[in-house]
């Protein structure tokens, strides 16, 4: 499916655009391409876009004082990335966000996506519910995180991302849980043998 | 202030509404009095309602299977609380929600919240605006949690409640951060001396 097509199946799970509004509401989209390994936002940057995932896959993260990188989110086709509390705070970023692998992406600035939430009020009703499902699941991780339970963890991702396990590598995975690559094998045993 | 007054203000910060708007929306807010220890929500309930705090404290927690309490969010005047996870996928409540003092409650339904979204786009505009407030806060809870920095946990807990620290037992403040007691007043006391 193009990116036009996948957009527009993505919108119309959530909210009903006529044909005029989704060819208003797509203009201000803007395609874009990333090779393996570019970095699309670092730490300290000013964040003006949001973005929707066509192909491929991104991950933001951060790198602490131990030179430990931590995973926040991975984003497949018809998620959206970006440093949120630098695009919605007007904040400089404070974590990065590159390609895992070749990816294909539509780009929305900041004040496109109000000036659409304005003029179209089906388009707000959309991002209130996009916001509302990613407030849901950083809740479900936190709670996860709080109770220190690895496997819970793994088991959310691989129900999130069903076909992560083959696209990306072993150690982006044991990163995102928090786990050694150890961990992460037995987990993964474990997980496979319950299926 | 009234509780009137209060979520005037607390709507005005980010939404216009004209005085018969506001009329409209707030006669859709149900009163609520509990007094301390009271339970609103109990993990396994069915959850219909979220919660404006008008004046006192509460806090959302869930005790894990080692009998440990860990909270997620308490909730001051002029926040919202509820299980948001069980009120927007409308599944059963997977964490708690209790008054640690007596409190006053403002009460809104799902269903009227969702009506109201729908009749004054202004209140979309709200709702949207408060999400994306909780999601960045959640991101920012998240990853504090996955760089184990209590001393930056505690560092935000104090920036978003300032009077926290008088008005809350100690343990439950630890609950929080997911630290020890002892812990807490190292942070509480290396925190002072570099105010």
């Known amino acids: 499916m193009d990116a036009r097509g996948l957009l527009k199946e993505h919108i ?12 208003y509401f797509f203009s201000h989209f803007k ?6 390994g570019q ?5 300290g940057d000013k964040v ?3 973005y929707f995932v066509v192909s491929g896959c991104l991950k933001t993260f951060f790198i602490n004082d131990d030179v430990k990188m931590h995973i926040l989110q991975f984003a497949m086709p018809t998620w959206w990335a970006s440093d949120y509390n630098a695009l919605y705070t007007q904040t400089k970023a404070t974590v990065n966000l590159d390609c895992i692998t070749d ?3 539509l780009s929305l600035s900041n004040v496109d996506r109000e000036k659409l939430c304005r003029e179209i009020h089906q388009v707000e009703y959309f991002f209130r519910w996009r ?3 990613g407030y849901v699941a950083a809740h479900k991780r936190l709670l996860s995180f709080m109770n220190n339970d690895a496997k ?10 069903p076909l992560l396990y083959n696209l990306v590598p072993k150690h982006l ?9 150890e961990t992460l094998s037995r987990l993964y045993n474990s997980h496979k043998n319950v299926m």
């Open 173 to 181: 995975i044991a990163a995102y849980l928090g786990v050694s690559r």
């Open 131 to 133: 916001t509302n499902g």
């Open 48 to 50: 003006d876009n949001e």
């Open 39 to 43: 970095v699309i936002i670092r730490e």
């Open 12 to 23: 119309t799970k959530l909210a009903s655009l006529t044909p005029a509004e989704f060819d």
């Open 152 to 161: 819970t963890r793994y088991e959310e991702l691989m129900k999130l991302y």
């Open 31 to 36: 395609p874009l391409s990333f090779k393996k």
């Open 103 to 105: 990816v294909e992406l």
